[in-house]
């Protein structure tokens, strides 16, 4: 019966700003507020971390990027250059670029059985960008498929994973491109000057 009449006393309150009594203790005419909910804030997941050697804060080095490499690693190693290069897929990371200090570069789009190797050169005289291919026939044309879109190339310029590291080591070890390689010029056709 207290409880009942303690309830009525508690709404009626609410209406009226009438001081309420109960057995002799004078009640607030209000209820306490409720307590604020405390926001859970949740922590993001950080990606596996990158090793501080391998992130590029020197300037002057090679630098490795490309989809799915979250930093620039600096100065690659040969197993880093085949790691990255194997895990392209044609569905997934599907490129990356291996960047000299004074911009150049060598990159590769596709998947590690299906890549096509460009090499970006600037010179004092031009700046030019050619597909590279083996020595010889071009053969017919091929198709590889990136996460860029579909990209027509010649047979002789379609490499895998393991043959496009030799032609990045080269490029670490010399700052160039190997001079038997074939050079198919598209710097007009991309736009660059």
């Known amino acids: ?3 009942v009449a303690r309830i009525r006393q508690l709404l009626s309150a609410k209406e009226g700003s009438v001081a309420l009594v109960v057995e002799g ?5 209000s209820l306490p507020p409720e307590p604020t909910p405390r926001r859970m804030v949740e922590r993001p997941v950080s990606p596996r971390p990158i090793p501080r050697a391998l992130i590029a804060p020197t300037k002057g080095a090679l630098r490795l990027e490309g989809e799915g490499i979250e930093r620039p690693i600096a100065d690659p190693s040969e197993d880093i250059i085949r790691r990255e290069l194997e895990r392209l897929r044609s569905s997934g ?3 990356v670029a291996l960047i000299a200090p004074d ?3 060598l990159q590769v789009a ?3 059985k299906r890549m096509i190797v460009e090499a970006h050169v600037l010179s004092p005289e031009r700046t030019t960008h050619d597909v590279l291919g083996r020595p010889g026939s071009s053969g017919p044309a091929a198709t590889i498929v ?3 879109g579909t990209i027509e ?3 002789s310029e379609v490499w895998t994973a393991s043959e496009a590291v030799n032609l990045f080591k080269a490029f670490v070890e010399t700052g160039s491109v190997a001079a038997d390689l074939s050079r198919r010029d598209i710097t007009a056709a991309i736009g660059d000057s």
Do not use: C, D, E, W
């Open 146 to 148: 990136s996460t860029a």
């Open 110 to 112: 596709g998947n590690a």
């Open 153 to 155: 190339v010649r047979v």
């Open 25 to 29: 203790v004078p009640l607030p005419n």
């Open 103 to 105: 911009g150049s570069y």
């Open 93 to 95: 990371p599907s490129h």
């Open 1 to 3: 019966m207290k409880i």
